[in-house]
């Protein structure tokens, strides 16, 4: 079934970086030709060092939309950093009283999987208004994409390359590579049993993706996974020949699994992205025609 239908109020919410300079007017205008009701946090215009307001102010703005039962879902307005230290003002047991998606991308990884782990709370990766909207024309894959998961009642998406031939079915989680290890030894990480991991990242040197990658396998359950989904890492320099290449290191992450793997999938830090569901039970097939998700 659909998300969302026409009419419907939905959340604007900013659990990391705030407005800055930036103007609302694309966000206001995109969801208006949407057909739906934005209704903004009150601390999205707030200002704390980097973020927009302090972690109890940017949390209890969060708490008070999953509250409002006329909200439908809620976006993140955009990304940056500092989503990780408001986890713990969250109010879990009225969120899981009052599930609603979230949309997000990069530094809503936290949020999002922070939710998934806490309450089931379902996502969306792919989508920021500010990312996508201001100064530009959205991209028409997210625009196509954000409108399927909102208002259609079933999905597939065709992307990606078969490293693995395979099918699974399980719950999506991850998102940002670093911002997903930012939980590590936390109650926010969510438990990978049974799940697909989906991962991408941005301007990030080799040799710490590699690391990374190492580091997130060394997590509990990761022999556990049903399938891996690897985005795109945008712009992630090679200091030293040794390091290797983004092909290197997913190549030495992957070898060994016997899950479904499927890499160069549309997803991360570039323009025209796919928008994953998290949290909600997704199919995917790998095959070495095609690789599709359907939910």
Request: proline share 4%; charged share 25%.
């Amino acid at each position: 079934m659909s998300i969302l239908n026409k009419g419907d109020k939905v959340g604007i919410i900013a659990p990391s970086v705030g407005l800055k300079d930036k103007d609302l007017a694309p966000t206001i205008n995109y969801f208006k030709k949407l057909n739906l009701t934005p209704v903004f946090a009150d601390n999205i215009k707030k200002a704390y060092r980097y973020m927009a307001g302090s972690d109890k102010e940017r949390a209890e703005a969060v708490n008070k939309l999953f509250k409002d039962t006329s909200v439908k879902a809620l976006f993140c307005l955009r990304g940056g950093a500092g989503a990780t230290r408001m986890l713990s003002f969250l109010d879990y047991k009225l969120i899981k009283n009052n599930k609603k998606p979230i949309f997000g991308l990069s530094d809503s990884t936290a949020l999002q999987n922070a939710l998934i782990a806490k309450c089931q709370n379902p996502s969306f990766t792919g989508f920021l208004p500010l990312y996508d909207l201001n100064d530009k024309i959205i991209n028409p894959l997210v625009d196509n994409s954000l409108k399927n998961c909102l208002f259609e009642n079933s999905h597939t998406i065709t992307s990606g390359i078969c490293q693995h031939k395979g099918s699974a079915t399980g719950e999506i989680v991850g998102g940002c590579l670093s911002v997903l290890l930012y939980l590590c030894g936390t109650p926010y990480f969510p438990d990978l049993k049974d799940k697909i991991l989906i991962l991408e990242d941005i301007e990030e040197k080799t040799y710490k993706i590699d690391l990374m990658l190492n580091q997130l396998k060394q997590q509990k359950n990761f022999n556990k996974l049903k399938g891996i989904i690897i985005g795109q890492f945008t712009d992630c320099p090679i200091i030293d020949k040794e390091d290797g290449t983004i092909e290197d290191c997913i190549n030495d992450f992957v070898k060994d699994l016997t899950i479904p793997v499927v890499t160069d999938f549309a997803y991360g830090h570039i323009p025209a992205r796919h928008i994953v569901p998290l949290g909600i039970k997704t199919t995917l097939k790998a095959t070495d025609k095609t690789c599709t998700l359907s939910w």
